[in-house]
Protein backbone atom coordinates (compact mmCIF):
# COMPACT_ATOMS: atom_id res chain seq x y z
CA UNK A 1 0.00 0.00 0.00
CA UNK A 2 1.51 3.26 -0.95
CA UNK A 3 5.28 3.48 0.78
CA UNK A 4 3.59 1.70 3.99
CA UNK A 5 5.95 -1.07 4.89
CA UNK A 6 3.47 -2.27 7.33
CA UNK A 7 3.00 -2.51 10.91
CA UNK A 8 6.22 -2.57 13.77
CA UNK A 9 5.65 -3.10 17.50
CA UNK A 10 7.25 -0.23 19.13
CA UNK A 11 8.41 -2.55 22.07
CA UNK A 12 9.28 -6.36 20.80
CA UNK A 13 9.59 -5.19 16.93
CA UNK A 14 7.65 -8.18 15.98
CA UNK A 15 5.97 -6.82 12.28
CA UNK A 16 2.55 -7.25 10.71
CA UNK A 17 0.73 -6.44 7.69
CA UNK A 18 -0.69 -2.66 7.64
CA UNK A 19 -4.60 -4.12 8.69
CA UNK A 20 -6.72 -4.09 11.08
CA UNK A 21 -4.08 -5.13 14.26
CA UNK A 22 -3.40 -2.47 16.62
CA UNK A 23 -1.98 -3.87 19.32
CA UNK A 24 0.74 -6.59 19.63
CA UNK A 25 -0.04 -9.93 19.81
CA UNK A 26 3.11 -10.70 21.29
CA UNK A 27 3.33 -7.70 23.96
CA UNK A 28 0.00 -6.00 23.12
CA UNK A 29 2.79 -3.28 22.75
CA UNK A 30 1.52 -0.53 20.63
CA UNK A 31 2.25 -0.25 16.90
CA UNK A 32 3.93 1.97 14.53
CA UNK A 33 3.48 2.12 10.98
CA UNK A 34 6.62 1.85 8.63
CA UNK A 35 7.43 3.44 5.75
CA UNK A 36 9.41 2.98 2.86
CA UNK A 37 11.70 6.41 2.87
CA UNK A 38 14.67 5.61 0.34
CA UNK A 39 11.53 4.79 -2.22
CA UNK A 40 9.21 8.22 -0.87
CA UNK A 41 12.87 10.30 -1.60
CA UNK A 42 12.71 8.65 -5.14
CA UNK A 43 9.28 9.99 -5.93
CA UNK A 44 8.42 12.99 -3.93
CA UNK A 45 10.65 16.07 -3.11
CA UNK A 46 9.68 19.74 -1.31
CA UNK A 47 8.72 21.62 -4.88
CA UNK A 48 5.97 18.74 -6.04
CA UNK A 49 4.81 19.33 -2.27
CA UNK A 50 4.64 23.16 -2.51
CA UNK A 51 2.31 22.67 -6.24
CA UNK A 52 -0.27 21.00 -3.89
CA UNK A 53 -3.05 22.04 -2.12
CA UNK A 54 -2.97 23.93 1.27
CA UNK A 55 -4.55 20.77 3.52
CA UNK A 56 -2.61 17.77 5.62
CA UNK A 57 -2.73 15.55 2.41
CA UNK A 58 0.01 17.24 0.83
CA UNK A 59 2.07 14.89 3.03
CA UNK A 60 0.13 12.26 1.98
CA UNK A 61 2.89 9.96 0.73
CA UNK A 62 3.77 10.24 4.49
CA UNK A 63 0.27 9.29 5.62
CA UNK A 64 -0.68 5.53 5.74
CA UNK A 65 -3.20 5.25 3.37
CA UNK A 66 -4.05 3.20 -0.03
CA UNK A 67 -6.27 5.65 -2.18
CA UNK A 68 -7.81 9.35 -2.46
CA UNK A 69 -8.07 10.84 0.98
CA UNK A 70 -12.20 10.55 2.25
CA UNK A 71 -12.17 13.88 4.44
CA UNK A 72 -9.99 16.23 5.45
CA UNK A 73 -9.71 17.94 2.07
CA UNK A 74 -10.19 21.59 4.20
CA UNK A 75 -8.40 20.38 7.31
CA UNK A 76 -4.72 20.88 8.22
CA UNK A 77 -1.96 23.73 7.09
CA UNK A 78 -3.47 25.97 9.14
CA UNK A 79 -1.21 29.37 10.63
CA UNK A 80 1.90 29.10 11.72
CA UNK A 81 1.15 32.88 13.11
CA UNK A 82 4.61 35.27 13.59
CA UNK A 83 3.55 35.99 17.56
CA UNK A 84 5.65 39.69 17.37
CA UNK A 85 3.70 41.43 20.03
CA UNK A 86 3.76 38.41 22.15
CA UNK A 87 7.07 37.09 21.79
CA UNK A 88 8.01 40.92 22.70
CA UNK A 89 5.96 40.88 25.90
CA UNK A 90 8.21 37.45 27.20
CA UNK A 91 11.58 37.84 25.80
CA UNK A 92 11.44 35.66 22.64
CA UNK A 93 12.65 37.46 18.98
CA UNK A 94 11.42 34.78 17.07
CA UNK A 95 8.44 33.41 18.19
CA UNK A 96 6.01 31.28 16.27
CA UNK A 97 1.92 30.68 17.17
CA UNK A 98 0.82 26.72 15.13
CA UNK A 99 -2.80 27.70 15.27
CA UNK A 100 -4.78 24.69 15.05
CA UNK A 101 -7.52 26.52 16.79
CA UNK A 102 -8.53 27.72 13.21
CA UNK A 103 -8.52 23.50 11.90
CA UNK A 104 -11.46 22.99 9.85
CA UNK A 105 -14.10 21.83 10.19
CA UNK A 106 -14.48 21.82 14.18
CA UNK A 107 -11.43 23.76 15.51
CA UNK A 108 -8.62 21.86 17.01
CA UNK A 109 -5.93 19.44 16.31
CA UNK A 110 -8.27 16.15 15.82
CA UNK A 111 -9.03 17.17 12.89
CA UNK A 112 -5.50 15.79 11.51
CA UNK A 113 -5.64 12.39 13.34
CA UNK A 114 -9.53 12.30 12.44
CA UNK A 115 -9.08 12.81 8.85
CA UNK A 116 -6.44 10.02 8.46
CA UNK A 117 -8.10 7.42 10.50
CA UNK A 118 -11.79 7.82 8.38
CA UNK A 119 -10.21 7.59 5.82
CA UNK A 120 -7.89 4.53 6.72
CA UNK A 121 -11.00 3.07 8.27
CA UNK A 122 -12.64 3.03 5.01
CA UNK A 123 -10.31 1.55 3.59
CA UNK A 124 -9.75 -1.05 5.54
CA UNK A 125 -14.11 -1.79 4.81
CA UNK A 126 -15.67 -0.03 8.67
CA UNK A 127 -18.88 1.43 8.16
CA UNK A 128 -19.28 2.72 11.15
CA UNK A 129 -17.02 5.16 13.43
CA UNK A 130 -16.66 5.67 16.84
CA UNK A 131 -14.53 7.28 19.68
CA UNK A 132 -14.91 7.48 23.26
CA UNK A 133 -14.60 11.33 24.08
CA UNK A 134 -16.63 14.30 25.60
CA UNK A 135 -14.48 16.83 23.52
CA UNK A 136 -12.72 17.90 20.89
CA UNK A 137 -11.67 14.10 19.12
CA UNK A 138 -15.77 13.71 19.52
CA UNK A 139 -16.44 16.98 17.88
CA UNK A 140 -14.29 16.09 14.81
CA UNK A 141 -15.20 12.83 14.54
CA UNK A 142 -19.22 13.56 14.73
CA UNK A 143 -18.25 16.08 11.54
CA UNK A 144 -16.13 14.33 9.76
CA UNK A 145 -18.48 10.90 9.95
CA UNK A 146 -21.71 13.48 8.85
CA UNK A 147 -20.25 15.23 6.08
CA UNK A 148 -19.29 10.95 4.54
CA UNK A 149 -22.81 9.72 5.59
CA UNK A 150 -21.35 7.29 8.28
CA UNK A 151 -22.68 5.63 11.39
CA UNK A 152 -21.34 7.24 14.10
CA UNK A 153 -21.39 5.96 17.79
CA UNK A 154 -19.65 8.81 20.26
CA UNK A 155 -19.59 6.95 23.54
CA UNK A 156 -18.95 9.42 26.37
CA UNK A 157 -19.47 8.57 30.86
CA UNK A 158 -22.60 9.07 31.76
CA UNK A 159 -21.89 11.74 34.34
CA UNK A 160 -20.76 14.07 31.74
CA UNK A 161 -22.39 17.68 31.43
CA UNK A 162 -24.83 18.28 28.60
CA UNK A 163 -22.74 21.16 27.55
CA UNK A 164 -19.90 19.14 26.37
CA UNK A 165 -21.82 17.01 24.19
CA UNK A 166 -23.50 19.81 21.86
CA UNK A 167 -20.41 20.64 20.07
CA UNK A 168 -21.12 16.47 18.48
CA UNK A 169 -24.39 16.67 19.28
CA UNK A 170 -25.31 18.79 16.48
CA UNK A 171 -24.18 16.42 13.54
CA UNK A 172 -26.26 14.10 15.10
CA UNK A 173 -24.34 10.71 15.92
CA UNK A 174 -25.84 8.51 17.76
CA UNK A 175 -24.69 9.32 21.35
CA UNK A 176 -23.82 6.56 23.95
CA UNK A 177 -24.01 7.33 27.75
CA UNK A 178 -22.41 4.78 29.63
CA UNK A 179 -23.00 4.34 33.61
CA UNK A 180 -19.48 4.02 34.82
CA UNK A 181 -16.27 6.34 34.51
CA UNK A 182 -13.66 6.63 31.03
CA UNK A 183 -11.91 3.60 31.98
CA UNK A 184 -15.05 1.53 31.99
CA UNK A 185 -15.64 3.82 28.77
CA UNK A 186 -13.00 2.85 27.30
CA UNK A 187 -12.61 -0.41 27.94
CA UNK A 188 -16.19 -1.42 26.37
CA UNK A 189 -15.16 0.54 23.30
CA UNK A 190 -12.35 -1.99 22.28
CA UNK A 191 -14.33 -5.16 23.16
CA UNK A 192 -17.08 -2.96 20.21
CA UNK A 193 -14.40 -2.79 18.19
CA UNK A 194 -13.32 -6.15 18.12
CA UNK A 195 -16.44 -8.18 18.03
CA UNK A 196 -18.76 -5.10 15.82
CA UNK A 197 -15.91 -3.97 13.38
CA UNK A 198 -16.84 -0.90 14.23
CA UNK A 199 -13.79 1.65 13.71
CA UNK A 200 -12.82 3.33 17.01
CA UNK A 201 -10.48 6.32 15.64
CA UNK A 202 -8.73 5.83 18.95
CA UNK A 203 -8.69 2.18 19.97
CA UNK A 204 -8.43 -0.22 17.27
CA UNK A 205 -7.27 2.43 14.42
CA UNK A 206 -4.97 3.91 16.76
CA UNK A 207 -1.98 3.15 14.80
CA UNK A 208 -3.24 4.63 11.40
CA UNK A 209 -4.76 8.06 13.57
CA UNK A 210 -1.67 9.08 15.40
CA UNK A 211 0.20 9.37 12.17
CA UNK A 212 -2.65 12.18 11.16
CA UNK A 213 -0.70 13.87 13.89
CA UNK A 214 2.77 14.28 12.10
CA UNK A 215 1.37 16.65 9.79
CA UNK A 216 1.64 19.27 12.71
CA UNK A 217 5.05 18.84 12.49
CA UNK A 218 5.55 18.58 8.78
CA UNK A 219 3.42 21.62 8.32
CA UNK A 220 5.97 23.24 10.58
CA UNK A 221 9.04 22.62 8.99
CA UNK A 222 7.70 23.65 5.73
CA UNK A 223 6.05 26.91 6.98
CA UNK A 224 9.40 28.12 8.09
CA UNK A 225 10.94 27.36 4.52
CA UNK A 226 12.27 23.75 5.61
CA UNK A 227 13.71 24.53 8.91
CA UNK A 228 12.92 23.11 12.04
CA UNK A 229 12.52 25.72 14.98
CA UNK A 230 15.57 25.29 17.98
CA UNK A 231 12.83 24.36 20.11
CA UNK A 232 8.71 22.90 19.95
CA UNK A 233 6.75 23.26 22.78
CA UNK A 234 3.52 20.70 23.25
CA UNK A 235 0.68 19.74 25.01
CA UNK A 236 0.95 16.49 26.16
CA UNK A 237 -2.25 14.34 27.12
CA UNK A 238 -2.64 10.82 26.46
CA UNK A 239 0.57 11.34 24.21
CA UNK A 240 -0.20 11.27 20.54
CA UNK A 241 1.02 14.56 19.63
CA UNK A 242 4.21 15.18 20.63
CA UNK A 243 6.13 11.67 20.02
CA UNK A 244 4.55 12.50 16.45
CA UNK A 245 5.84 15.67 15.58
CA UNK A 246 9.22 14.43 16.76
CA UNK A 247 8.41 11.55 13.78
CA UNK A 248 7.62 13.90 11.64
CA UNK A 249 10.69 15.90 12.36
CA UNK A 250 13.26 12.77 12.10
CA UNK A 251 11.29 11.61 8.79
CA UNK A 252 12.49 15.41 7.22
CA UNK A 253 15.73 14.73 8.26
CA UNK A 254 15.95 11.21 7.04
CA UNK A 255 14.50 12.73 3.39
CA UNK A 256 17.21 14.88 3.80
CA UNK A 257 14.37 18.13 3.66
CA UNK A 258 15.75 19.46 6.44
CA UNK A 259 18.92 19.65 9.14
CA UNK A 260 19.45 19.79 12.81
CA UNK A 261 17.26 18.98 15.21
CA UNK A 262 14.39 20.52 17.05
CA UNK A 263 14.56 20.64 21.38
CA UNK A 264 11.37 19.06 21.97
CA UNK A 265 9.35 20.61 24.95
CA UNK A 266 6.18 18.96 27.07
CA UNK A 267 3.56 20.70 28.66
CA UNK A 268 0.99 19.89 31.13
CA UNK A 269 -1.26 21.49 33.43
CA UNK A 270 0.04 21.01 37.15
CA UNK A 271 -3.43 19.42 38.09
CA UNK A 272 -2.82 15.95 35.70
CA UNK A 273 0.94 16.20 35.39
CA UNK A 274 1.92 12.16 35.18
CA UNK A 275 4.45 12.42 32.76
CA UNK A 276 6.23 15.88 33.93
CA UNK A 277 6.38 13.93 37.28
CA UNK A 278 8.44 11.19 35.67
CA UNK A 279 10.25 13.50 33.58
CA UNK A 280 11.28 15.32 36.36
CA UNK A 281 11.80 12.32 38.68
CA UNK A 282 13.75 10.79 35.83
CA UNK A 283 11.89 7.87 35.85
CA UNK A 284 10.40 6.02 32.73
CA UNK A 285 7.58 4.62 34.59
CA UNK A 286 4.44 6.79 34.36
CA UNK A 287 2.12 7.07 37.80
CA UNK A 288 -1.63 7.80 36.93
CA UNK A 289 -2.95 10.61 38.73
CA UNK A 290 -6.64 11.65 39.13
CA UNK A 291 -6.68 14.91 37.16
CA UNK A 292 -8.08 18.47 38.87
CA UNK A 293 -7.53 21.11 36.26
CA UNK A 294 -9.46 23.76 34.40
CA UNK A 295 -7.82 22.29 31.09
CA UNK A 296 -10.03 19.30 30.28
CA UNK A 297 -8.86 18.75 26.78
CA UNK A 298 -5.54 17.45 28.54
CA UNK A 299 -6.73 15.91 31.53
CA UNK A 300 -5.71 12.33 30.80
CA UNK A 301 -4.72 11.40 34.26
CA UNK A 302 -3.57 7.98 32.47
CA UNK A 303 -1.97 9.08 29.03
CA UNK A 304 -1.75 5.46 26.87
CA UNK A 305 1.53 6.98 25.08
CA UNK A 306 3.36 8.78 28.06
CA UNK A 307 6.35 6.82 27.98
CA UNK A 308 7.15 7.89 24.19
CA UNK A 309 6.43 11.52 25.04
CA UNK A 310 9.45 10.64 27.69
CA UNK A 311 11.22 9.26 25.20
CA UNK A 312 11.20 12.36 22.78
CA UNK A 313 11.76 14.80 24.96
CA UNK A 314 15.17 13.14 26.53
CA UNK A 315 16.23 12.20 23.24
CA UNK A 316 16.04 16.04 21.91
CA UNK A 317 16.94 17.75 24.80
CA UNK A 318 14.18 19.10 25.68
CA UNK A 319 12.15 19.35 29.07
CA UNK A 320 8.63 19.92 30.22
CA UNK A 321 7.17 21.97 33.27
CA UNK A 322 3.85 22.28 34.16
CA UNK A 323 1.35 25.44 34.33
CA UNK A 324 -1.36 25.75 37.43
CA UNK A 325 -4.86 27.17 36.29
CA UNK A 326 -3.89 30.59 37.16
CA UNK A 327 -0.97 30.65 35.10
CA UNK A 328 -3.10 29.01 32.17
CA UNK A 329 -5.47 31.77 32.19
CA UNK A 330 -2.76 34.59 32.44
CA UNK A 331 -1.38 32.73 29.53
CA UNK A 332 -4.91 32.42 27.54
CA UNK A 333 -5.50 36.46 27.96
CA UNK A 334 -1.71 37.32 27.13
CA UNK A 335 -2.18 35.10 24.16
CA UNK A 336 -5.59 37.02 22.90
CA UNK A 337 -4.40 40.45 23.91
CA UNK A 338 -1.30 40.82 22.26
CA UNK A 339 -2.01 38.25 18.68
CA UNK A 340 -5.74 37.95 18.36
CA UNK A 341 -5.69 34.55 19.24
CA UNK A 342 -8.28 32.91 21.74
CA UNK A 343 -6.96 29.84 22.61
CA UNK A 344 -8.95 26.80 24.88
CA UNK A 345 -6.78 26.01 28.13
CA UNK A 346 -3.93 23.54 26.41
CA UNK A 347 -3.08 26.25 24.20
CA UNK A 348 -2.72 28.27 27.43
CA UNK A 349 -0.75 25.47 29.26
CA UNK A 350 1.44 25.26 26.32
CA UNK A 351 2.29 29.23 26.51
CA UNK A 352 2.48 29.56 30.31
CA UNK A 353 5.41 26.46 29.61
CA UNK A 354 7.29 28.60 27.25
CA UNK A 355 7.27 31.54 29.57
CA UNK A 356 8.62 29.22 32.05
CA UNK A 357 11.14 27.54 30.05
CA UNK A 358 12.63 31.14 29.23
CA UNK A 359 12.72 32.37 32.84
CA UNK A 360 14.44 29.18 33.20
CA UNK A 361 17.34 29.84 30.77
CA UNK A 362 16.68 26.57 28.71
CA UNK A 363 15.29 28.60 25.73
CA UNK A 364 17.31 31.80 25.08
CA UNK A 365 15.63 34.83 23.70
CA UNK A 366 17.28 34.87 20.83
CA UNK A 367 16.39 31.19 19.52
CA UNK A 368 13.46 30.07 17.49
CA UNK A 369 10.32 28.52 19.42
CA UNK A 370 6.98 27.49 17.79
CA UNK A 371 4.11 27.20 20.50
CA UNK A 372 1.36 24.45 19.56
CA UNK A 373 -2.01 25.93 20.05
CA UNK A 374 -4.32 23.07 19.89
CA UNK A 375 -7.75 23.88 20.48
CA UNK A 376 -10.08 27.37 20.30
CA UNK A 377 -11.11 28.85 23.29
CA UNK A 378 -14.76 29.38 22.00
CA UNK A 379 -15.09 26.33 23.08
CA UNK A 380 -14.38 26.43 26.69
CA UNK A 381 -15.62 29.93 27.55
CA UNK A 382 -16.32 29.14 31.14
CA UNK A 383 -12.69 28.89 32.42
CA UNK A 384 -12.16 32.75 31.43
CA UNK A 385 -15.48 34.18 31.73
CA UNK A 386 -15.00 35.13 35.25
CA UNK A 387 -11.89 37.03 34.54
CA UNK A 388 -13.72 39.05 32.21
CA UNK A 389 -14.44 42.07 33.37
CA UNK A 390 -14.20 45.36 30.66
CA UNK A 391 -17.34 45.93 29.86
CA UNK A 392 -19.84 48.42 30.78
CA UNK A 393 -23.33 49.26 30.77
CA UNK A 394 -24.44 52.67 29.30
CA UNK A 395 -27.73 54.30 28.12
CA UNK A 396 -28.16 55.07 23.89
CA UNK A 397 -27.51 58.70 24.90
CA UNK A 398 -24.49 60.43 23.82
CA UNK A 399 -23.96 62.60 26.59
CA UNK A 400 -24.12 59.23 28.89
CA UNK A 401 -20.71 57.82 26.89
CA UNK A 402 -19.08 61.25 27.25
CA UNK A 403 -19.13 61.21 31.19
CA UNK A 404 -17.90 57.61 31.36
CA UNK A 405 -14.91 58.34 28.28
CA UNK A 406 -14.31 61.05 30.27
CA UNK A 407 -13.72 59.09 33.21
CA UNK A 408 -10.76 56.95 31.49
CA UNK A 409 -9.19 60.24 31.12
CA UNK A 410 -5.41 59.78 29.92
CA UNK A 411 -4.90 55.81 29.10
CA UNK A 412 -7.69 55.81 27.17
CA UNK A 413 -5.48 57.57 24.42
CA UNK A 414 -2.32 56.05 25.00
CA UNK A 415 -1.39 52.65 22.72
CA UNK A 416 -2.28 49.04 24.12
CA UNK A 417 0.61 47.96 25.27
CA UNK A 418 1.02 44.35 26.52
CA UNK A 419 0.89 43.58 30.16
CA UNK A 420 2.82 40.28 30.00
CA UNK A 421 1.23 39.64 33.22
CA UNK A 422 2.84 36.74 35.50
CA UNK B 1 -13.49 -16.34 47.72
CA UNK B 2 -13.54 -16.31 43.91
CA UNK B 3 -13.30 -12.94 41.76
CA UNK B 4 -14.34 -12.65 38.47
CA UNK B 5 -11.22 -11.61 36.06
CA UNK B 6 -11.96 -10.08 32.58
CA UNK B 7 -10.19 -10.84 30.16
CA UNK B 8 -9.85 -8.09 26.79
CA UNK B 9 -10.32 -9.37 23.48
CA UNK B 10 -6.67 -9.47 21.94
CA UNK B 11 -5.54 -11.21 25.02
CA UNK B 12 -8.25 -14.15 24.79
CA UNK B 13 -5.97 -16.10 22.07
CA UNK B 14 -4.24 -17.31 24.89
CA UNK B 15 -7.00 -17.81 27.62
CA UNK B 16 -9.18 -20.61 25.68
CA UNK B 17 -11.32 -17.66 24.02
CA UNK B 18 -12.70 -17.16 27.93
CA UNK B 19 -13.46 -13.19 28.28
CA UNK B 20 -13.80 -14.32 32.17
CA UNK B 21 -12.35 -16.43 34.45
CA UNK B 22 -13.30 -16.77 38.50
CA UNK B 23 -9.78 -17.44 40.12
CA UNK B 24 -9.33 -17.57 44.26
CA UNK B 25 -6.74 -15.23 45.75
CA UNK B 26 -6.72 -12.67 48.61
CA UNK B 27 -4.75 -9.74 46.84
CA UNK B 28 -4.65 -8.49 43.26
CA UNK B 29 -0.97 -10.34 43.29
CA UNK B 30 -2.31 -13.76 44.42
CA UNK B 31 -5.33 -13.83 41.76
CA UNK B 32 -2.38 -12.80 39.54
CA UNK B 33 -0.48 -15.60 40.13
CA UNK B 34 -3.81 -18.04 39.44
CA UNK B 35 -4.11 -16.50 36.08
CA UNK B 36 -0.48 -16.93 35.18
CA UNK B 37 -0.63 -20.43 36.38
CA UNK B 38 -4.50 -21.35 34.71
CA UNK B 39 -2.93 -19.62 31.29
CA UNK B 40 0.68 -19.67 31.20
CA UNK B 41 0.99 -18.38 27.92
CA UNK B 42 -1.09 -15.30 28.47
CA UNK B 43 0.55 -14.58 32.07
CA UNK B 44 4.11 -14.69 30.24
CA UNK B 45 3.29 -12.18 28.26
CA UNK B 46 2.49 -9.40 30.11
CA UNK B 47 3.56 -10.45 33.55
CA UNK B 48 7.72 -10.19 33.97
CA UNK B 49 9.38 -12.62 36.86
CA UNK B 50 8.54 -10.23 39.63
CA UNK B 51 4.66 -10.27 38.08
CA UNK B 52 4.10 -7.35 37.99
CA UNK B 53 1.91 -6.05 35.17
CA UNK B 54 3.27 -4.89 32.10
CA UNK B 55 3.45 -1.12 30.81
CA UNK B 56 0.74 -2.21 28.29
CA UNK B 57 -1.83 -3.91 30.37
CA UNK B 58 -3.55 -2.07 33.31
CA UNK B 59 -5.10 -3.54 35.76
CA UNK B 60 -8.67 -1.96 37.33
CA UNK B 61 -10.35 -3.62 40.54
CA UNK B 62 -13.86 -3.46 40.07
CA UNK B 63 -13.38 0.60 38.65
CA UNK B 64 -9.93 1.62 40.14
CA UNK B 65 -6.74 1.63 38.60
CA UNK B 66 -4.91 -0.84 41.35
CA UNK B 67 -2.11 1.88 41.36
CA UNK B 68 -4.23 3.90 43.22
CA UNK B 69 -4.70 1.20 45.67
CA UNK B 70 -2.18 -1.01 47.35
CA UNK B 71 -1.14 -2.41 44.03
CA UNK B 72 -0.81 -6.00 43.86
CA UNK B 73 -0.99 -6.20 47.43
CA UNK B 74 -4.88 -4.78 47.34
CA UNK B 75 -7.06 -7.13 48.92
CA UNK B 76 -9.88 -8.69 46.62
CA UNK B 77 -13.26 -9.90 48.11
CA UNK B 78 -16.43 -12.25 46.62
CA UNK B 79 -17.37 -10.83 43.93
CA UNK B 80 -14.73 -8.37 42.93
CA UNK B 81 -14.04 -8.14 39.71
CA UNK B 82 -10.73 -7.61 38.09
CA UNK B 83 -10.08 -5.71 34.53
CA UNK B 84 -7.61 -6.68 32.78
CA UNK B 85 -7.00 -3.51 30.10
CA UNK B 86 -5.48 -3.04 27.65
CA UNK B 87 -2.84 0.55 27.77
CA UNK B 88 -4.08 1.55 24.08
CA UNK B 89 -7.70 1.97 25.28
CA UNK B 90 -6.24 4.06 28.44
CA UNK B 91 -6.96 7.71 28.88
CA UNK B 92 -9.69 9.73 27.11
CA UNK B 93 -9.69 13.12 24.92
Known amino acids: MGFVIGLRCKECGERYAAGRQFVCSSCFGPLEVEYDYAAIGRSLGRESIAARPRNLWRYRELLPIEGDPATGRHSGFTPLVRARRLGEAIGLAELYLKDDSVNHPTLSYKERVVSVAITRALELGFDTIACASTGNLANSVAAHSARLGLRCFVFVPDAVEPAKIVGSGVYRPRIVRIRGNYDDVNRLCSEIGSQYSWGFVNVNLRPYYTEGAKTMGFEIAEQLDWRLPRHTILPTAGGTLLPKVCKAYQELVELGWVEGESRIHAAQAAGCAPVIAALHAGKTEIRPVKPATIAHSIAIGNPADGRYVLDCVRRTGGWGETATDPEILDSIQLLAESEGIFAEPAGGTTLAVCRKLVAQGRIRGDESVVVAITGNGYKATEAILPRLDRSIQLSSSLADFEHWYATLGASASEPVSVQGAS | ?93
Request: charged share 25%; net charge negative.
Open chain 2, 1 to 93: MPVTVRIPTPIRQYTEQLSEVALEGKTVGEVLEQFKARFPDAGGRFFSAASKASRFVNLYLNDEDIRFLKDLDTPVSDRDTLSIILAIAGGSE
